[in-house]
């Protein structure tokens, strides 16, 4: 089993940035990637971003591209976000979450196929 546990959400005003971050423990040797969803209240959990645990491979949705920097410490086996130029529509709990195996994009967003996830951690931007 592998546990995540996210750190650094909190309140920003729009254009402001946070970062947050992902540490990992247990067998995180099954770990294939990182990466984090967030949830806005009534709306379905998206992705955000991954990053491949093996090389620097990313991904990341369409609209936080220039925004948001994904990164990893291997040796920490923590996984960072750092976001830039928040929006009001960045609000949402943020998740973290580790992939076994597989990182091709037509299934990189898709929830499920992550195996592990962490407790969340709130985001709010104010306008």
């Known amino acids: 089993q592998v546990q995540l546990v996210e750190s650094g959400g909190g309140l920003v005003q729009a254009g402001g940035s946070l970062r947050l971050s992902c540490a990992a423990s247990?067998?995180?040797?099954?770990?294939?990637?990182m990466g984090w969803f967030r949830q806005a209240p009534g709306k379905e959990r998206e992705f955000v971003a991954v990053?491949?645990?093996?090389?620097?491979?990313?991904y990341y949705r369409d609209s936080v591209k220039g925004r948001f920097t994904i990164s990893k410490d291997n040796a920490k086996s923590t996984v960072y976000l750092q976001m830039s130029s928040l929006k009001p529509e960045d609000t949402a709990v943020y998740y973290c979450?580790?992939?076994?195996?597989?990182?091709?994009?037509?299934?990189?967003?898709?929830?499920?196929?992550?195996?592990?996830w962490g407790q969340g951690t709130q985001v709010t931007v104010s306008s």
């Open positions: 979450a580790a992939g076994r195996s597989g990182f091709i994009i037509q299934t990189i967003s898709a929830p499920d196929r992550y195996a592990y």
């Open positions: 247990g067998r995180t040797i099954s770990m294939n990637d």
């Open positions: 990053v491949r645990w093996s090389d620097t491979n990313t």
